[in-house]
């Protein structure tokens, strides 16, 4: 049968962290040309799409997500030239390709900030971010209480006195989308990607573009990046209108392109507004991300977010992890029993309606790494903190590609690369774990294969079946195909649901084990 569907509404989209996948040229950075190198691995590892983390000219102070020139390619990752060529690849065979887009700030070192810390208060330089006098009887405290996600005060004094606004690092100073220049800029750097090519764009903080009138503090409301709900700063309704004015650039060109939104709103109906027919395209679904793996939990998260997209008539998108959170295998216990959950929970997600993004190394099993040293540390969460969270560095360590030593081919042997990889990765390699049928891998492989063949994968609702415990959850997606996954302590004995497809571990007959996932389909 075939599908008139958009290619992302059921699609696997893999996210390439370019910085840790490959490294083409030896510096121990990954780069474009690595990812170029690396993509055969992608085709056949069964994906649909690719989307790359920023590869900006930028300072890296937040890991190329304070951009200082949205048209250019960072020497460190490669040119434009590398640019297109994989552009040109990934569609050669037959994937597609989304890029980051970073709209809420921007570098301090971009040319604009420059021109703002030299231009006067009040100048039109200053109004393409959002500086402020101070408080206090000389303004020499920061304009309203608002904390940076990384930690310390959202402001940062310039030279003359006066105060900008940075929801993230200092070197991240927030536009100003009162602004029409910085609508009208951002419009072009749309149109410049799209012309290259790219099949869409996934939006940074998309909920964060717009802040409430006249800056009200925050008084005492929750700071976190991951729960942040109602601040006079997250979600504001005027985000959406920029989403329906990107929707109308997006349509104009051919090929179903698209843009996934990244907004940690804190329900699945605050998400479902970004989808809305007339703005974006997805939207991440962090709350499925963030819901403890049990049972009852899952159902509800399932339920809720099922229900919230389909009143606006969007898919869902599944996601398990990403770069800035911790890796599914130590956030379901670390260890062989978290490797069993988060293939259990894999499995799971890969049979759920919508789409799914793979966060690079899930596919691995790769673990969060814990204990990287401090001098290697890189989050600004790490100093903005006064070194007292971590940050996301464990979740962004070289992938590793081959061999029985870092850098696991990654790099050239004997190469340094910018995060450390731990010593007892050997096992974890792709090359150790291609054709081992129990590898994650594998498992991967296999599910994703499934899920393009199997008809009931795409357009099949989701209906739940009774299960054989309150651990448990069954459900069918039709034609023909049942999943069910054992998150207790106890094996189930189930009914029986035709052949055994997949099994996240080993399943023989009607029982399945604790912490396992499987397909069945008659
Ligand atoms: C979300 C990105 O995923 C994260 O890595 C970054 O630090 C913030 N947005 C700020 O751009
Ligand atoms: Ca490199």
């Known amino acids: 049968m075939a599908s008139t569907a958009p290619w992302w509404r059921y699609a696997v989209i893999y996210q390439v962290y370019v910085r840790s996948f490959a490294d083409a040229n030896g510096d121990g950075i990954g780069d474009l040309a690595g990812v170029r190198d690396r993509l055969p691995y992608l085709r056949d590892l069964g994906v649909d799409a690719v989307w790359l983390t920023p590869f900006y000219r930028s300072p890296m102070i937040d890991g190329g997500y304070d951009v200082a020139d949205y048209r250019d390619v960072d020497p460190m990752f490669g040119t434009l030239a590398d640019l297109d060529a994989l552009v040109s690849d990934v569609h050669a065979m037959g994937l597609r390709i989304i890029i980051d887009l970073v709209p809420n700030h921007s570098s301090s070192a971009h040319p604009w900030f420059v021109e703002a810390l030299t231009s006067p208060p009040g100048s039109p330089a200053r109004d393409r971010y959002v500086f402020r006098p101070g408080r206090g009887t000389g303004g020499e405290l920061p304009p309203n209480d608002w904390g ?97 004015a990107w929707r109308k650039i997006l349509d104009e060109y051919p090929g179903d392109r698209m843009a996934v939104a990244e907004a940690w709103v804190g329900s ?160 974890r390699t792709v090359a150790a774990q291609a054709g081992a049928p129990a590898s994650t891998l594998e498992l991967y492989r296999h599910a994703l294969r499934l899920r393009r063949e199997h008809p009931a994968l795409r357009e099949g609702s989701l209906r739940w079946l009774e299960p054989p415990s309150a651990d448990v959850l069954v459900f069918a997606r039709d034609p023909g195909l049942v999943c069910a996954v054992n998150l207790g302590a106890e094996p189930v004995t189930l009914p029986e649901y035709g052949d055994l497809l997949c099994a996240s571990t080993e399943v023989t007959g009607r029982v399945l084990p604790p912490d396992t996932a499987a397909w069945w389909s008659r």
């Open 148 to 244: 940076s996600v990384f930690g310390g005060p959202a402001w940062t004094r310039a030279g003359d006195g006066e105060w900008y606004l940075h929801l993230f690092d200092p070197a991240q100073p927030d536009l100003n989308w009162a602004n029409p220049q910085v609508y009208a800029e951002f419009e072009s750097i749309l149109r410049f990607w799209l012309d290259r090519g790219v099949d869409g764009f996934r939006v940074d903080v998309a909920h964060g573009l717009v802040k409430a009138e006249g800056l009200p503090d925050l008084g005492n409301v929750s700071r976190d990046l991951l729960r942040s709900v109602a601040t006079p700063y997250f979600d504001q309704e005027g985000v959406h209108e920029i989403y329906r």
């Open 268 to 427: 699945p109906v605050r998400v479902a507004r970004y989808v809305r027919p007339d703005e974006l395209h997805q939207a991440f679904n962090f709350e499925y991300l963030l819901a403890p793996l049990e049972a009852g939990a899952m159902r509800k998260i399932i339920d809720e977010s099922l229900a919230a997209a389909a009143e606006v008539g969007a898919p869902t998108t599944w996601v398990l992890g990403n770069h800035d959170t911790v890796r599914p295998v130590t956030r379901y216990g670390d260890g062989p029993a978290g490797l069993a959950r988060a293939r259990a929970a894999a499995l799971l997600t890969l049979a759920l309606p919508g789409s799914m993004y793979v966060y690079q190394g899930e596919e691995l099993g790769l673990p969060e790494v814990l204990d990287l040293p401090d001098e290697a540390r890189q989050d600004p969460t790490w100093e903005r903190s006064g070194r007292t969270v971590r940050g996301r560095d464990g979740a962004r360590v070289p992938l590793p590609w081959s061999g029985d030593r870092p850098p696991y081919g990654f790099s050239p042997d004997a190469t340094a690369t910018w995060l450390p990889q731990p010593v007892d990765w050997a096992e």
